[in-house]
């Protein structure tokens, strides 16, 4: 790559972004600090965000399978009844 490709690609003089960067990084570190946040908190509750989703797409595949069942030990009977009912026609 050449500078000109680097710069366009970053949005300005590479250095410059840096500083920028870094500056940033510390006005939102302070505002965080404030709050009473640390980066740990923040990894910890990220990790258990994907966690509960994984659990929760787990609860609601096997609440479907349950609402499955129920709904088949009805609908399933009923079918051949039918079936066998119009096949006696």
Known sequence: MTDKSIGRFMGGSPVWVVIQLVMLSVVVGVILSALGLDPLDIVSSL???V???FSFGFETVE???RY???GA???LPLWLILRIARGLR
């Open 47 to 49: 990790r258990r965000l």
């Open 51 to 53: 966690e509960h989703l």
């Open 63 to 65: 609440r479907l399978w």
């Open 68 to 70: 499955f069942l129920l």
């Open 73 to 75: 030990v009805v609908v």
